[in-house]
């Protein structure tokens, strides 16, 4: 069946590195744009990261542009989110994302991410 498992969460310091990771199987991970989102306690979800497919074409709300990066690893079914000179309201659930041309679409359960000193 579907799955995306997100992993690598945790709690880091301001200032620090996480790096997500989501595994994705059950589908053609390929032809599928991944995302990532995230959710803070009281909020709306928010759209952090884009990496389309095909072309691998990746974008960035004013928020995180310039310390998130998204890749992805097609041979491995694996998206990733490098996030680096993180803040406290960078603190949230991080989801991975999984959709196609034809509107098919995929969540992750989510991992949380705490910056806090």
């Known amino acids: 069946q579907v799955q995306l498992v997100e992993s690598g969460g945790g709690l880091v310091q301001p200032g620090g590195s996480l790096r997500l990771s989501c595994a994705a199987s059950g589908f053609t991970f390929s032809s599928y744009s991944m995302y990532w989102y995230r959710q803070a306690p009281g909020k709306e979800r928010e759209l952090v990261a884009t990496i389309t497919s095909p072309g691998g074409t990746t974008t960035y709300p004013d928020s995180v542009k310039g310390r998130f990066t998204i890749s992805r690893d097609n041979a491995k079914n694996t998206v990733y989110l490098q996030m680096n000179r993180l803040k406290p309201e960078d603190t949230a659930v991080y989801y991975c994302?999984?959709?196609?041309?034809?509107?098919?679409?995929?969540w992750g359960q989510g991992t949380q991410v705490t910056v806090s000193s």
């Open positions: 994302y999984a959709k196609n041309w034809f509107n098919n679409y995929y």
